[in-house]
């Protein structure tokens, strides 16, 4: 555990020593405040964050692959990856301890948007309704999680940053538009089992105050699941 941690604390240390990080915080920032402003920041407009966390698995698409891209192909490109193996510490506790430092920078990334609920509290008539909010931003992490998972196990793949960066970002954009994606004549229970693991949509589900237990269920899932197969990635160098 400590091994983990200690994994954990490097790698979000290390997003902030480099320009990336900064970048990323950035790009998040102005991509949010561009949507608040002008969707919900003017005249005769609920005083709501819906609109915000509508498009939200939209606006984590050019930002989580450029988090999680480093998280693995750096280390192989700079060969680091070795002596981090040789050390006490299981494959395991590296992908876990390279997952939560990913995961602590992301929760940085959201910290700069609770400034919309400020200017929403402050200048909206009636006061905007916590619970929404609340399921938002729940929405909003685990999208985070499932997004960071598959980044890291794309980036575990190879030692080539850019290459991590897009296949992240091709598998998530086929993804969310897997439901439209539908061939014809495909059967019903493929279309039925396609669109329960789809992670399109949920999130807007979310910003409406319903959170669904099944909703919480099959993002969880599908995080843990990428972070399994980086796992088998990782621990796949040792039986080379």
């Known amino acids: 555990m400590s091994g983990t941690l200690a994994i954990a604390r490097r790698e979000f240390a290390s997003m902030f020593r480099l320009p990336v990080g ?12 561009a949507v608040f402003v002008l969707t919900t920041f003017h005249a005769g407009t609920m005083a709501s964050m819906r609109a915000f966390f509508d498009v939200a698995e939209w606006l984590l698409l050019p930002v989580v692959p450029a988090v999680s891209m480093r998280l693995m192909a750096e280390e192989t490109r700079t060969g680091s990856i ?20 990913g995961a602590l920078f992301f929760v940085c990334l ?4 609770l400034s919309y609920v ?37 980036s575990s793949l190879t030692s080539n940053q850019t290459l991590a960066f897009l296949g992240t970002l091709f598998i998530l954009i086929l993804w969310l538009l897997a439901p439209r994606l539908r061939i014809g004549g495909m059967p019903e229970w493929a ?50």
């Open 191 to 240: 279309a039925q089992g396609l669109a329960a693991i789809t992670i399109s949509g949920r999130a807007r589900e979310f910003a409406k105050g319903a959170v669904e237990t099944g909703d919480v269920i099959v993002l969880l899932l599908s995080a843990g699941w990428f972070v399994v197969l980086a796992y088998l990635a990782v621990a796949s160098r040792r039986w080379r």
């Open 110 to 113: 959201l910290l700069p948007t």
């Open 82 to 101: 070795e002596p981090l193996a040789t050390a006490p510490v299981s494959d395991a506790a590296i992908v876990v301890g390279k997952y939560l430092g």
């Open 22 to 33: 900064w970048v990323v915080i950035a790009l998040f920032a102005f991509l949010g405040s």
């Open 118 to 154: 400020g200017v929403l509290w402050w200048a909206g008539e009636p006061k905007p309704d916590a619970g929404p909010i609340i399921a938002g931003y729940l929405s909003l992490a685990l999208l985070g999680l499932v997004y960071l998972s598959v980044g890291l196990f794309v």
